[in-house]
């Protein structure tokens, strides 16, 4: 298979762990929702290698491949801290579109820190993005919403920053280091888990305002869909020659597929506006590949 097959298919669930989230973090408790799905996901993708016969590759890792997976799993529970924070109040035709702008972050970071200078293609990319950010923003104000002001808009942003920096991780640890795909998820999912509880134990041990916790069917699954949208990312990525920004813009056109049917499950409104702002980001993004 080619790493685009591989990232395609790795959109397609992603998609799905997108609905999943939402249906399972809307008015409920963040950090409960994060560890029982993901030890859910950490669950299942151990389960998948033992099948496959692939459970000792995924068990066997040097110190090296420990601090890379420890680092991406950080990083990652940062990103989905903010995003899930966001989710719980925003529109997912809202906050998932932001998420999908974070290859225009990935462009503004190397300009900043690696003085890269983009093309005048980019550069029209780069304004497409700001202006589908605007064009949120203006149908956020027919809901209520005022992006400025508003936390969760905020936390959306944070968690596409994030998100932009493990992008940029992974093409440093799956084809710089060359770091094994199975080792590194396997041990990232379980930081994942480490992360979660010490936050969670530390928010009730300090007694901290916490929304009341909920459990729902799809819990289970938004950990279960990510192991598998994960697993074939880093598949893809690691894949010779396999560039992180074009892989990294094909995955994120799984917001078409959460645009869509999360509009039809959870009954959004003013989804002409939100298209149009929609296709904007996507046009960007587009660009930027250029």
């Not at 974070?102 to 980019?122: D, H, K, N, T």
């Not at 920004?245 to 056109?253: A, D, E, I, P, Q």
């Amino acid at each position: 298979m080619s790493w685009t097959t591989w990232i395609l298919a790795s959109s397609v669930f992603l998609a799905l762990y997108d609905l999943a989230k939402k249906a399972s973090v809307r008015d409920n408790a963040v950090l409960p929702v994060l560890l029982v799905s993901t030890c859910c996901g950490a669950a299942a993708f151990a389960l998948g290698t033992a099948v496959s016969g692939r459970l000792g590759a995924a068990l066997t890792a040097d110190g090296v491949t420990l601090a890379l997976a420890a680092a991406k799993s950080v990083i990652v529970a940062t990103s989905w801290i903010f995003t899930f924070c966001a989710l719980r109040t925003l529109p997912i035709t809202i906050a998932t579109p932001i998420r999908a702008s974070a290859p225009a972050l990935v462009f503004i970071a190397a300009f900043f820190l690696y003085g890269e200078v983009p093309s005048f293609v980019q550069a029209i990319g780069m304004l497409a993005v700001f202006g589908g950010y605007w064009a949120f923003s203006w149908a956020g104000r027919h809901e209520g919403i005022d992006f400025l002001r508003n936390r969760a808009v905020w936390c959306a942003i944070a968690g596409a920053c994030f998100s932009a920096f493990s992008s940029i991780w992974d093409k440093y640890v799956f084809q710089v280091v060359s770091a094994p795909v199975e080792a590194v998820q396997f041990h990232f999912q379980l930081g994942l888990v480490v992360v979660y509880a010490t936050l969670l134990a530390g928010q009730r041990l300090l007694r901290l305002p916490h929304a009341r916790f909920e459990f729902r069917a799809t819990i289970p699954a938004v950990g279960i869909l990510l192991a598998a949208a994960d697993w074939l990312y880093f598949k893809g990525l690691a894949v010779p020659g396999a560039p992180i920004s074009v892989g990294s813009l094909l995955r994120r056109f799984s917001v078409v597929i959460t645009f869509v049917l999360g509009a039809r499950f959870f009954h959004e409104t003013n989804l002409r506006r939100k298209a149009l702002a929609l296709a904007a980001i996507l046009l960007g993004v587009l660009l930027l590949a250029c």
